[in-house]
C-alpha cells in the first residue's frame, strides 16, 4: 500500500513539474523548418550548439562544455531541430530563458550595438589625434 502512495506522489509531482516547464512551442511558436534526422540532425546539433554559450563554463558554448546543464541544453537543441526548429527559433528560446547573454555573436541592436561601435570609433579617434599631433610636430619643426 505505501509503495502505491510513493509511486502516486511521484507521478503527481512530475505531471505538476512537467506543466510548470513551457514547451518551446508556447514561448517562441510552432517549428517553421523541416525536421531532422540521422547525420543531418548530429551535425546541424553540433553548428547550433556551437554559437550558445553554456551558463556554467561562460568561455564555452554548449557544444564544447562538459558540464551536465551544456549536455542538458545540447539535447534540448537536438530535440527542437528534430521537431523542425530553425537556428534562429532556437537561439530565440535560449535568449528567453537566458537573456542575450546566452549567444556567443550577440545581436546587433540596442546597447550591444556600442560594444561593436564603440572599439572602431576610439581606433579612429585614435588615429586622427595621432595624425594631428605628427602634423603640428612637423610645422614646429618647420
Known amino acids: 500500500m505505501t509503495k502505491r502512495i510513493v509511486m502516486l506522489m511521484v507521478f503527481v509531482a512530475a ?20 525536421p531532422l534526422a540521422g547525420d543531418a540532425l548530429a551535425q546541424r546539433t553540433q553548428q547550433v550548439a556551437a554559437e550558445i554559450r553554456c551558463p556554467v563554463c561562460q568561455g564555452l558554448s554548449i557544444a564544447d562544455s562538459p558540464s551536465e546543464m551544456a549536455i542538458n541544453m545540447k539535447a534540448q537543441v537536438r530535440a527542437m531541430l528534430a521537431r523542425g526548429y530553425t537556428q534562429p527559433q532556437i537561439e530565440r528560446y535560449f535568449e528567453r530563458s537566458y537573456g542575450q547573454f546566452v549567444l556567443l555573436r550577440p545581436k546587433f541592436e540596442g546597447v550591444n550595438s556600442l560594444v561593436w561601435i564603440l572599439p572602431i570609433a576610439a581606433l579612429a579617434a585614435g588615429a586622427l589625434v ?11 619643426q618647420l
Do not use: S
Open 15 to 34: 505531471t505538476a513539474f512537467a506543466a510548470n516547464v513551457p514547451d518551446a512551442e508556447q514561448l517562441i511558436g510552432r517549428p517553421v523548418g523541416t
Open 130 to 140: 595621432v595624425v594631428m599631433t605628427m602634423r603640428k610636430l612637423k610645422e614646429v
